[in-house]
């Protein structure tokens, strides 16, 4: 393996829907026809060798899904970007590519493990229609109010209950923004919940989140939530923010992909910042 290189991608509208081996079986697939030199595992049945870190869970969207890629030869990361974004489909976007720091001399090696180890937190958008921004807002200061919220939910081990409350950094409520909504439901409540929660073990998932409100304060969304992660990566305890987990990487290696604003291209988004409205608000 001559070189790896770290991607940033979304998932987006439709595709929210799509689990992730279907997503790991379409980037394989992107890969052989942009026909990037992936490299492959030895054995009986090799294997591209291409790993995923943080994936969202089916039904979720995302701005911010990573995997990592070994090459056989060496290529530009921006061109790898822009052969693979488009032979992807709609919905499954590409928005950053770097590469890897290869240990060289006085280098400590790359630990596997090194890169999710920077996905320490994720911050979250969860739409609830149909639901009032001061319903959301008393419910979210009743959950914050808590010392200790469990919730029990279906593992691998079996059910389990566990501690919410503890793993949430940041939780906000507001109100949609009524030109982003369609015209006939403007009328209708839709709150947004905003929140920060930290990667742990049992991993608490937003769906948990909206079970310890629904405990505490009972708030029942009357539709299924629209849930979006926006960012994740290493959490600042002080402020609550997240940075970039591939800043590292970057600050090694030229700028790639949409990082291009020093050569004329176009901005990429930053961690927490959507593409679009499209890409939170989309309905099937």
């Given at each position: 393996m001559i070189q790896r290189l770290r991607v940033r991608y979304a998932?987006?509208?439709?595709?929210?829907?799509?689990?992730?081996?279907?997503?790991?079986?379409?980037v394989e697939r992107a890969v052989r026809?942009?026909?990037?030199?992936?490299?492959?595992?030895?054995?009986?049945?090799?294997?591209?060798?291409i790993s995923y870190a943080g994936a969202a869970a089916t039904g979720v969207a995302s701005e911010?899904?990573?995997?990592?890629?070994?090459?056989?030869?060496?290529?530009?990361?921006?061109?790898?970007?822009?052969?693979?974004?488009?032979?992807?489909?709609?919905?499954?976007?590409?928005?950053?590519?770097?590469?890897?720091?290869?240990?060289?001399?006085?280098?400590?090696p790359v630990k596997p493990g090194a890169f999710a180890d920077r996905l320490e937190a994720s911050r979250w958008r969860i739409r609830l229609d149909g639901v009032?921004?001061?319903?959301?807002?008393?419910?979210?200061?009743?959950?914050?109010?808590?010392?200790?919220?469990?919730?029990?939910?279906?593992?691998?081990?079996?059910?389990r209950r566990f501690d919410v409350r503890a793993a949430v950094s940041v939780l906000e409520a507001e109100a949609d923004e009524p030109d982003r909504r369609a015209a006939e439901a403007a009328d209708a409540p839709c709150a947004i919940l905003r929140m920060v929660v930290r990667h742990s073990t049992p991993a608490v998932r937003p769906d948990?989140?909206?079970?310890?409100?629904?405990?505490?304060?009972?708030?029942?969304?009357?539709?299924?939530?629209?849930?979006?992660?926006?960012?994740q990566g290493p959490l600042d305890a002080a402020t609550g923010g997240l940075g970039d987990p591939l800043d590292p990487d970057r600050e090694i290696g030229p700028p790639s992909g949409d990082d291009a604003a020093a050569t004329g291209g176009p901005q990429r988004p930053r961690p927490g910042e959507p593409a679009s409205a499209d890409a939170v608000g989309a309905r099937p």
């Open positions: 998932k987006r509208g439709r595709l929210r829907f799509t689990s992730h081996r279907d997503i790991s079986r379409a026809r942009a026909g990037i030199p992936v490299a492959f595992s030895a054995g009986f049945t090799p294997h591209p060798k911010a899904e990573y995997l990592e890629i070994g090459l056989t030869e060496t290529r530009d990361p921006a061109r790898v970007r822009a052969d693979l974004d488009a032979a992807l489909p709609p919905g499954l976007d590409i928005v950053d590519v770097v590469p890897v720091r290869a240990g060289g001399a006085g280098d400590a009032p921004a001061g319903d959301a807002a008393a419910a979210v200061a009743a959950f914050l109010d808590a010392d200790v919220i469990e919730v029990e939910r279906l593992t691998k081990k079996g059910r948990d989140i909206l079970t310890g409100l629904r405990q505490i304060a009972d708030l029942a969304p009357p539709s299924p939530p629209l849930v979006t992660r926006l960012a």
